[in-house]
């Protein structure tokens, strides 16, 4: 690493990010395979869901308005069976598992347990009312609403949720596509003999675990990037100038470790691009970035941490917006401050909305009826105890997107 | 789901913990493939790192009680290459790039930028002392140092600070196999042809999601389990059974997802195991858990987010304990006050500790010379700005292991 001179201040990524060329390739995936994609059009579904009431617990479908009553079994509707035909007249109840739409002429679910079964009747002796145990139809989500925004990076909880409601398309930006080139004639690249490895290291080479560190924070919280190419190569330059040439011809971005520093062997510096060389951080002083037709190429050093901080404060703000992020993905969990009571005497997972407060966090419930977990304002799930929490409670939250 | 009765409180699960038979299994793998593995013993370096003076700097290397003076440029030395043939001699100097080990003779390194080069002689016009831009022996470690302690799961950042000191092989746990079973007649499983999915998610069937979320909370947060086997079944009881048991009969456990309800589908309860049936957590009523011969039996809602509920609450306490973890792996940003000042105009990243009082998390920066990233005590590397922080100050910190 050389002292380097004339270091830039970190403010100047912000004059990268106008020179880059955001993704504008959209695609119509199914959503099972969408996970980590970046939404391009606001999700909004064309139906109400559940489309028909569908039952909440196994029992007995009737019309709460005979109840109590005795009703003659007329049928079984299981989940997944698609009853339409089967149409109760008055006094008549069918058996429905939960997750199955009610019969029509039926518009409430009597418990399996409430219920006392004679022969082929079903005695009820206690009134219920419209939609007891019941999803109404719309009650998992309205038609119109946007269940995601454009710019959102699809989590987990979003493919379960729009699967839930029968949303099975997105239209997703195409991911960035990336090529590492770790740099170095001193490196050593694994798979080999550990043994050989370890004698190695003892005189002065170094075992490749820069790009690998990369690649891992990549990986796990810029899953909008796609690793297109990872390849270790010497400190031949001219190798080094195809691969580069070939990563921004076929991708998106170029990002080179080690080497940056002294300039006999220092790629970054030798391509010959203008750019922004060495930034104001410790480690990772010899941090670099080129932008060569609205497409990045990165200089990070070979040393695994300093490459990562260069990561954190150039790559990734850079990729970010090449990729049109606004609300990147989270797998965090975190303890934060509960803003209403939620009583109960069961432990719950309720679904929140965070906001931060001069330093601290507060997780604010979004009251639903149903569990589906797509939701655009949603962040996180908290965690309560068996008799509730208090508001003013720290609870802890898996957070699934950033707030 | 059935009104469930007499259901378990959540702290029955540690009853079931004493019943579970852990993982015994101890390899010796190489290091660059050991992320997410329990470390089996104590990783203890045999040796100092790095064993001879290493140059921080690129330049001139010397014996500092000779500068300020001239030098007779005698070799150079890259990193990587081993030069223990060369020996300076009084008045000599090597040019050195950084990371390598400096020759005999030497003990400092003078940066390129501040020394003159005259011919073959180099010019140093000020007094350096003793391993200025050098990395001592043993700066990055000490032979006998505890790096990672028994329990803890191998994290990215240990994988680089173990390679970086040459140690290339770890005993590690062998992973939880875990066989994964989503049960229902209802499920559709992708690939399948996202218009027709959703057209028969309007006639009340289920996409398979539920086994699809679980799996992507073990693999991000519970890495020490291996999914052997992930299938979606329907509700054939005597296929579910045959899965159930082979799970048993090569793995360590066995999840089954959908039909914790109804006794006619309900196939964790047609087993026949004696366990845990039902807790008192909403949602995940059904959530259950039986043991046979140290293995454990899990039954989970078929709704993916009451399913999830179950594996924080009940799968995640019982594999852990199998997998010996004492410290999980994290990947959360998240905020902490810290609690020293750190100086510097430049930005840095700084290994921190955490700690938690009163819900407000602290995070203790560790002193090191060296930027190597493996410490048993260190939890994340804490984000400061150009101009440095000041005790109490908010910093971002990305955490990498629980506290």
Same mark, same amino acid.
């Given at each position: 690493m050389k002292y380097l001179t004339n270091l830039n201040p970190l403010s100047k990524v912000a004059e990268i990010l106008p020179q880059l060329k955001t993704i504008s390739d959209v695609e119509k995936i199914p959503t099972w395979d969408a996970l980590g994609y970046v939404v391009a059009r606001d999700v909004v579904p064309t139906h109400d869901y559940p489309p028909h009431p569908r039952a909440a617990y196994d029992g007995y479908a009737v019309n709460a308005e005979a109840?109590? !009553? /005795?009703? /003659?079994? %007329? !049928?079984? %509707? $299981? %989940? !997944?069976?698609? *009853? *339409?035909? $089967? %149409? $109760?007249?008055? !006094?008549e109840t069918a058996y429905v598992s939960v997750g199955a739409f009610l019969p029509e002429g039926s518009d409430t679910v009597v418990p399996e347990e409430v219920a006392k079964v004679e022969g082929n009747y079903v005695v009820i002796d206690r009134k219920f009312e419209k939609y007891d145990n019941v999803d109404p139809p719309g009650s998992y989500v309205r038609k119109g609403t946007v269940m995601l925004k454009q710019g959102t990076v699809i989590t987990p909880f979003d493919v379960v949720g729009l699967l839930d409601v029968g949303i099975t398309t997105v239209h997703v930006y195409r991911k960035v596509a990336v090529t590492i080139i770790a740099t170095g004639d001193e490196l050593i690249t694994p798979p080999v003999d550990p043994e050989v490895a370890a004698e190695l290291v003892q005189r002065g080479m170094v075992i490749e675990s820069t790009a690998s560190l990369v690649a891992w924070y990549i990986q796990t919280f810029m899953p909008y990037v796609e690793i297109r190419k990872k390849v270790v190569l010497g400190d031949k330059h001219e190798e080094v100038k195809r691969v580069v040439e070939d990563g921004l011809a076929n991708g998106d971005a170029v990002i080179i470790t080690g080497g940056a520093g002294p300039s006999e062997i220092d790629h970054f510096y030798k391509l010959g691009y203008a750019g922004l060389r060495g930034f104001r951080m410790k480690p990772g002083r010899p941090t670099s970035v080129a932008v060569v037709n609205g497409k990045p190429i990165f200089g990070l050093s070979g040393y695994p941490i300093s490459a990562l901080h260069g990561v954190i404060r150039i790559v990734e703000p850079a990729l970010r917006h090449m990729a049109n992020v606004t609300k990147s993905p989270r797998h965090d969990w975190i303890y934060a401050v509960i803003t209403q009571d939620v009583p109960g005497e069961m432990a719950q997972v309720v679904r929140v909305k965070l906001s931060t407060v001069e330093g601290t966090i507060y997780a604010t419930p979004i009251k639903v009826k149903h569990h589906s977990f797509t939701d655009a304002d949603a962040h996180g799930v908290a965690l309560t105890l068996s008799g509730g929490v208090k508001r003013g409670d720290v609870v802890p939250v898996l957070v699934y997107r950033e707030s």
């Open positions: 109840t109590p !009553g /005795k009703f /003659k079994l %007329v !049928g079984t %509707v $299981l %989940v !997944g069976q698609y *009853r *339409r035909d $089967l %149409v $109760l007249k008055e !006094g």
